[in-house]
C-alpha cells in the first residue's frame, strides 16, 4: 500500500509532511542538534484546496485518499507542461481545475469548471465524455499534460494521444482526483519523458513577472 491512512486527513498533513501550509522554509533539528532550512517544492499540492478525505505525503507530490486536490500555482504561462505518475491503480482523473470546482465529488469533469482525463480513458467536462482513448493503463504509466491556453493535451508514457480540450476556460491548476485505493505521484519538474517543443514546467507567478 502506497498510502497513509486518510482519516483526519486535514489534521494530519502537517505532521504527515513536516511543513507547514506556505513554502517558506523552517528550521529543522538535526540529529546532532544541529538546525537546517527545509522547504516544500517551488509547485506542490496545495493544502487548502483538497477534499476533506485526502491525504497528501511526499512532500506535497503524492495524493491518496478520496477527493480531489489542486496545484498551488495555476497555468498561466503561454505553454507549460507537468506529469501524474499513477502509483496504484483504482479510480483517477488527472487535467486541470478552476477553484471553483467540488473537491469532494469526482473523478472531476462533473462540472464547468473542471478538464479531466478519467481512468476509463474518457474526457470529461461538464458530466460529458467528449470521446475515449483507445489506450489501456497500467501502475507506473506516466501521464503528461500539456497546456498552451488553446488546447490541453494528454500523453501517456511520452506519446501523445489522439484527443484533447479544446475548450478550456479561466484560471486553470493542475488537478488529480483519487478514490478506491488510487495514488498519484505530481511531478512538477526533472520529468521522466521531454515536454513537447515549447513547453516547460509550470513557473510560479512572481517568476512570470
Known sequence: MWCCSCSGAKGLLDSVLGFSDTDEPRNTNNS??????TKLPDIFLDSAFLGHEVVIVKNGLRVCG???ALGSQPLIQTKSYFEVKLQQDGTWGVGVSTRNSTLEQGPFGNDTDSWILRQTGELYHNKMAIGKLDLTFQEGDIFGISYDHIELSFYLNGVKSNMAFSNVRGTVYPALFVDEGAVLDVNFDG????????????????SIL
Open 66 to 68: 478520496t477527493g480531489g
Open 32 to 37: 546532532n542538534g544541529s538546525s537546517k532550512n
Open 191 to 206: 520529468f521522466s519523458f521531454p515536454p513537447p517543443n515549447g513547453f516547460d514546467r509550470i513557473m510560479r507567478e512572481k
